[in-house]
């Protein structure tokens, strides 16, 4: 069964940076795009971006554009998302999840929660 | 960017009863050359990841109970829970995948249980 497994929590203070990651496994991955969704505590889902890893074609929501950076190693099957310099904003659960095709999230990852504080 | 707006915010339903949720978005999703219109339902229970119910607007996801299905085309669409069932209290989120990303989400519609 396809499975995206996600990096553990993390604390994290302003300014500090971050890499988390999200390994795929039972599925081709270099042939699906995979995509992170932001939901910061009690609210909705945002769609930040997306990469097909086979050859690292990525694409921005403008809302993230420029705030964080989405990679991928395809020899390790796995998905990363980063920030350079955390805000307390960015406190937030993170998803990775697999595009069916080019389009719906089919499959999610667990979930990695990031909190920034100082 | 495409705005996607759900209502209601949050609705209370008994057991066995139908619900229903609205989205609509800020333009069509009916991409005509295939008659498609792109946009999807997901569920989301308390401390889970979201799960894709439908797609397509009316396409259900391989294991999906047939008591879920999706209907509209163009700007407003419905997802319909014929029965609803006690593991159906959840937060739902219709999603436009339509053109270039990026692909937005309903701001979630809460459905409790009477």
């Known amino acids: 069964e396809v499975q995206l497994v996600q990096s553990g929590a993390e604390v994290k203070k302003p300014g500090e940076s971050l890499k988390i990651s999200c390994k795929g496994s039972e599925y081709s991955f270099t042939n699906y795009w995979i995509g992170w969704v932001r939901q910061m505590p009690g609210k909705g889902l945002e769609w930040m971006g997306i990469?097909?890893?086979?050859?690292?074609?990525?694409r921005y929501s403008p809302s993230f554009q420029g705030q964080v950076t989405i990679s991928a190693d395809k020899s390790i099957s796995t998905a990363f998302l980063q920030w350079s310099s955390l805000k307390a904003s960015d406190t937030a659960m993170y998803y990775c999840?697999?595009?069916?095709?080019?389009?719906?999230?089919?499959?999610w990852g667990q979930g990695t929660l990031v909190t920034v504080s100082s | 960017d495409i705005v996607m707006t759900q209502s209601p915010d949050s609705l209370s339903v008994s057991l066995g009863e139908r619900a229903t949720i609205n989205c609509k978005s800020s333009r069509s999703v009916l991409y005509r050359s295939n008659n498609k219109n792109f946009l999807a339902w997901y569920q989301q229970k308390p401390g889970q990841p979201p799960k894709l119910l439908i797609y397509?607007?009316?396409t259900r996801e391989s294991g999906v109970p047939d008591r879920f299905s999706g209907s509209g085309s163009g700007t407003d669409f419905t997802l319909t829970i014929s029965s609803l069932q006690a593991e159906d209290a959840a937060v739902y989120y219709c999603?436009?995948?339509?053109?270039?990303?990026?692909?937005?989400f309903g701001q979630g519609t809460k459905v409790e249980i009477k």
């Open positions: 990469i097909y890893p086979g050859d690292s074609d990525t």
């Open positions: 999603q436009q995948y339509y053109s270039t990303p990026p692909w937005t």
């Open positions: 999840a697999r595009l069916k095709g080019y389009d719906v999230f089919d499959y």
């Open positions: 397509w607007a009316s």
